[in-house]
């Protein structure tokens, strides 16, 4: 054989297997489009612990999308609904519902999402009625965060800013007018412009707040009892509801302090799963 | 042919020669052996083996063990050296030993050659041969023996008996021994391992004291702990009248002896404030730890009663091991808290044929060290139930070093669809505390061919309702990461323009037209001051005293001379007559002198301006450069 003969062959078979093991290198590698992919087909399909090892996978890996989150609680469904609950199913499936909600910006798919947490959460308190525990299982938001939720953070940002005006220039008319009613009327428009203004400002921090900073989990335990900062129970208190979104305060090592209604209180924090965000 | 006799001495000098050297490399060569604690075991199993190195050249180090592909060696090798040195009758004999043991895992099925093993004594490494072991699928290895506890020692010579088979009636193989209790051995005859000193004695004649192989570890981790028990070798008569257990109620707990070593094993003896002391470790367990956290082991408690001289409690160290969750990164979906060791699976289903509605057996065993799980989560599908488990356990101690074992779950699975169907894969993840990461033991458990038959029972029948009704349908696409934006209250310049701006613009208005109008009386105000006045009347007098008016120059003289009493003194002494001026800028503070002066100095320009002959300039000139050193004075009193 002669060199160049024998040179060209050798280049074309290391460019082949060069090329076998990249293809080979990327297809161990599921992005996350096909693991949804497997995860969704599983759901198909009926296999739900195949779905929830896909989709769990996928959150591991850090991927958020209301998507995933949806699908993600309803395999944990599924694994109730066949006979195969785990522990802790019901709140992984209210988990994956709620994140779904928060997260999508597809009206039907929060439709779709709010339908199964409804009855996910009717199944969880139908359990608490027969083991004679409250039946609350929404503790529902504060009065300031349900004003804040009322209008878009940007919304109140505008209502701000336009208060601010009018307050400003209602003084100025009135320091500087004259005439009694022009006068009259630019303190009156100035008296309402002011608690507007502080209202729409208070309430533009709160968002922005809850949007930066706020933690919110839900409970995926059942009976996970609360306790006091030295992890004594809490006197009187019942269980968290499994399933319920609670409020996280703070975390410290293996336990998370956390609001649900007036209950303040310290659980495990493998006792809940926080809601993911938009990075 | 007869040789020549001078032929046959040389070749005798030669063979002489050949023996002795032989002699001398048989002296040098140390002796070495090598053990396995089992010749079968099963896959994920451990097996311990021993090499036993002996030498009277110099101690044996650095000693290597060969281990082929499909076995992997679990942890860092426990090594004993000893040493030896007895003089009888002023004959020296040095003994130096190494005993190493390393926990090998299979992790296949086959045969395998594990070693050669070697150590190195006087810088010359020697080699002894390897030995076979036989791999076999998980739980299908006999049951191992437990070690005898007077088993035949495997090398000739005892670090603990040196005279052992050499002298007759002194024990050692073949020679019935009384059965006398603990050994008492005078501190000439014993060897003591420098890993059994401590510091100082925690107590006279007896103590306890307690270990742990490691100080960190994360929930579900084997932590083993051990207590020893010191007896002085001098004086063995200790009576121990109660006794309360170590607590660890942070953790699992797991016996590592068996039931019939209450008594103790003998570890070997330590110096200890010089003296020597027998130590034997009677307790040892596998803990477990629950949870994360700096989890404390409480001491066990003794009270010595006899010897009255030493008579007193006796307690072990309160040990605290530091422990964490395995990490966070790259763990697997469904892996439980505390799952941690090295584990497999294997699976048997049983038949694979069936009848609509009917059931299959699935045999599932899960082998392996450490916190062997109790649950394995079943794979949910529709159509196919799992009821719950009949579990066996095997699990107990594997060489006083480890927790494990196998463990056995027989699920009835009854299967609702017809048609191939698939029972999905068994898995188990895990975390392994040797190699630092997650694995996951799988079994798969194939597919089933159930037969239809007319009147099975639906998926759902006997149900008495459904659960979870009413579920929406699953999402087939990613919906994707929104378009981020910035909101308006992210930015600084929108607080500051956007709300800020209005009521400051108004209140700058407001500010900058009160402050105009106050600057504007506060320059009046200065304008009318004594001061100001007092600088127009010096110019102005300046300017009349350059003139040739003298008349002009005193009037001009005589104003400065009150704008600057009343500027400096606050005395207006316009109008004052006579003495009265230097009495009111006397009043007022002013030194007599000066007083006197400027009211000299008024009454000369009074005289001269209304003086019919009139005034010359020079005069007048005078009484200005007078009159201002009065007002310099005036202005520099205090």
């Keep these: ?279 | 042919m007869i040789a020549r006799p001078g032929t046959w001495l040389a070749a005798l000098v030669v063979l002489l020669a050949l023996v002795c050297s032989l002699d001398a490399f048989a002296q040098g060569k140390p002796q070495l052996q090598l053990q396995l604690e089992a010749d079968t075991i099963g896959v994920g199993d451990v097996v311990h083996v021993q090499l036993g190195a002996q030498s009277s050249d110099g101690q044996p180090t650095e000693a290597r063990l060969e281990l082929p592909a499909g076995l992997i060696q679990r942890g860092q090798p426990s090594t004993s050296p000893t040493q030896t040195h007895i003089n009888i009758n002023g004959n020296q004999m040095d003994r130096w030993g190494l005993t190493v043991d390393w926990a090998v895992q299979a992790q296949r099925v086959g045969v395998f050659t594990i070693g050669p093993a070697s150590v190195v004594v006087g810088g010359t490494r020697f080699a002894v041969r390897g030995a076979t072991l036989h791999v076999v699928p998980a739980g299908q290895a006999p049951l191992r023996q437990p070690p005898q506890q007077q088993a035949p020692s495997p090398f000739p010579f005892s670090p603990f008996d040196p005279w052992k088979g050499l002298i007759p009636g002194f024990g050692g193989q073949g020679f019935p021994q009384p059965d006398l209790g603990p050994p008492q051995p005078t501190p000439q005859q014993v060897t003591t391992d420098p890993k059994l000193a401590l510091d100082a004695p925690r107590g006279a004649l007896y103590f306890l004291h307690a270990t742990v192989d490691k100080t960190s570890a994360v929930v579900g981790e084997q932590v083993t702990f051990s207590i020893y028990e010191y007896d002085d070798a001098s004086d063995p008569s200790v009576e121990v009248q109660e006794d309360h257990e170590a607590t660890t109620a942070d953790f699992a707990r797991q016996p590592l002896m068996r039931m019939d070593q209450n008594e103790g094993i003998l570890a070997g003896y330590a110096a200890i404030g010089g003296r020597t002391w027998v130590v034997k470790l009677i307790q040892r367990w596998a803990l477990f730890p629950l949870r994360a956290g700096d989890l404390v082991i409480g001491p066990k408690n003794e009270i010595v009663a006899r010897p009255r001289s030493a008579a007193g409690p006796r307690t072990t160290e309160t040990l605290t091991v530091h422990v964490t969750e395995p990490p966070a990164a790259g763990r697997p979906p469904g892996y439980a808290l505390g799952d941690v060791g090295r584990f497999s699976l294997a699976a048997q289903v049983t038949p694979r044929d069936v009848d609509q509605g009917g059931a299959v057996g699935v045999h599932v065993e899960l082998s392996g060290t450490g916190n062997v799980p109790s649950k394995i989560a079943t794979p949910a599908r529709e159509g196919i139930e799992w009821l719950t488990p009949e579990v066996h356990d095997q699990l107990g101690s594997i060489g006083h070093e480890s927790f494990g074992g196998k463990r056995s779950f027989d699920y009835v699975v009854r299967l609702r669809r017809a048609g191939d169907v698939s029972l999905g894969e068994l898995s188990l993840p895990f975390w392994d505390p040797d190699a630092k990461k997650y694995d996951v033991a799988r079994a798969s458990l194939g597919t089933v061919h159930v037969k239809p038959v007319a009147n099975a029972p639906a998926a759902s029948a006997g149900e008495p309702e459904e659960t979870l009704p009413g579920l929406p349908p699953p999402v087939d696409k990613l919906e994707g990461e929104p378009a981020r934006r910035a909101h308006l209250d992210d930015v600084p310049i929108f607080w500051l323009l956007g709300v800020a701006s209005w009521p400051v613009a108004f209140g700058l208005a407001v500010g900058a037209t009160r402050a105009g109008k106050r600057m504007s009386r506060a320059w009046s105000a200065r304008r009318a001051s004594p001061a100001a006045e007092l600088k127009e009347r010096l110019a102005a007098a300046d300017v009349a005293s350059e003139g040739s008016d003298a008349r002009q120059v005193d009037a001009a003289v005589a104003r400065a001379l009150e704008a600057a009493a009343m500027a400096h003194a606050g005395v207006n002494v316009r109008g004052a007559l006579g003495g009265e001026v230097a009495a009111r800028l006397a009043r007022a503070g002013v030194a007599e002198g000066a007083a006197s002066r400027i009211a000299d100095l008024l009454r000369e320009c009074e005289m001269a301006r209304f003086s019919p002959e009139g005034a010359d300039v020079a005069s007048a000139r005078d009484r200005w450069v007078r009159a201002r050193g009065a007002i310099r004075d005036l202005e520099r009193r205090p």
């Design chain 1, 1 to 279: 054989m002669k060199p160049w003969l024998f040179a060209l062959l050798a280049s074309l078979v290391v460019a082949v297997v060069a090329m076998a093991d990249r293809t080979a290198r990327a297809d161990d590698v599921e992005t996350p489009a096909v693991l949804f992919a497997k995860g969704a087909q599983a759901l198909r399909e009926g296999r739900a612990s195949d779905a929830i090892t896909a989709l769990e996978e996928l959150a591991d890996r850090g991927t958020v999308d209301p998507a995933a989150s949806y699908d993600r609680g309803l395999a944990y469904a599924m694994r109730v609904r066949i006979g195969a609950e785990v522990p802790g199913d019901l709140g992984r499936a209210a988990h994956g519902f709620e994140e779904a909600r928060d997260l999508t910006h597809d009206g039907k798919l929060a439709e779709a999402a709010s339908r199964a947490l409804a009855v996910v959460r009717s199944e969880v308190a139908r359990r608490r009625t027969r083991a004679g525990e409250p039946v609350e299982v929404d503790a529902g938001r504060s009065l300031s965060r349900t004003v804040s939720s009322l209008l878009a953070e940007d919304t109140w940002c505008v209502l701000a800013a336009m208060g601010s005006a009018i307050l400003a220039i209602g003084l100025f008319v009135r320091w500087i007018a004259r005439a009694r009613r022009l006068r009259a009327g630019a303190g009156v428009a100035a008296g309402l412009a002011a608690p507007v203004t502080l209202l729409a400002i208070a309430m533009a921090l709160a968002a922005r707040h809850d949007r930066l900073e706020e933690r919110e989990a839900v409970v995926v335990a059942h009976g996970s009892r609360p306790s006091d900062e030295r992890g004594m129970v809490v006197p009187g208190a019942t269980t968290l509801p499994e399933g319920a979104r609670v409020e996280v305060v703070e975390s410290r090592d293996t336990r998370a302090r956390i609001r649900f209604g007036r209950l303040d209180a310290w659980v495990p924090t493998g006792a809940i799963r926080e809601l993911a965000r938009w990075p």
